[in-house]
């Protein structure tokens, strides 16, 4: 996990991205299944049925490539070094976020999903580089959490817990240094 730089490089986990993978496919199926069986039942408007199914076909299949790429693309998440934090884990691209501009971590639980928030001094340098459909949601998570960074550790191969106190940690570090 550390290399001779000092960087920490947390890989990531075959198992998770696999079992989400299955997932995909399992609610595709699901939906496929809604499609065929709308006009069969009566509990509900097929209509709606029919837009339940095309949706979770959608939204799950739009899944599927990221998670193979994740599966069989590059091997390292995240790399926590002297500079700052390289995230790996998001759907499209990376992200590179310097410790000069990060300003604390804050740990929260969502259902029963850990995810950690990076509070930054440049929200707006960073919304502003996402297309417009990502702009949208950064700009939902900055008005919620106050940041529109987050981080969640469920393809990587470490806790939340562990994780975040590794980013605490390394932060800590690079204050010091900062000063």
């Known amino acids: 996990m550390y290399d001779s ?3 920490i490089k947390i890989p990531i986990s075959n198992r998770k991205v696999t ?10 199926i699901i939906g496929v299944f809604l499609w065929f069986e709308a006009d069969n039942q ?5 209509i709606v049925v029919k837009a339940i199914s095309i949706a979770c076909i959608i939204f799950f299949g739009a899944g599927i490539l990221p998670g193979f790429k994740k599966l069989f693309g590059q091997r390292v998440g995240m790399i926590i ?4 934090i390289q995230d790996n884990t998001g759907i499209s691209r990376s992200r590179f976020i310097d410790w000069s501009n990060i300003e604390g971590f804050n740990i929260i639980s969502i259902r029963s999903t850990k995810i950690i928030l990076v509070f930054v001094n440049n929200s707006d340098e960073i919304i502003l580089k996402e297309s417009k459909l990502t702009q949208c949601i950064l700009r939902q998570s900055q008005k919620i959490y ?6 969640a550790s469920g393809t990587l191969k470490i806790s939340s817990d562990r994780l975040y106190t590794l980013l605490q940690n390394r ?3 690079a204050k010091k240094f900062k000063k």
Do not use: M, W
Not at 42 to 46: A, K, W
């Open 171 to 173: 932060y800590e570090i």
């Open 5 to 7: 730089d000092h960087s």
């Open 81 to 84: 070094d002297n500079k700052g």
């Open 42 to 46: 009566i509990r509900y408007p097929v």
């Open 146 to 151: 106050g940041t529109p960074i987050s981080i």
């Open 19 to 28: 079992l989400l993978i299955f997932g995909c496919f399992a609610f595709i």
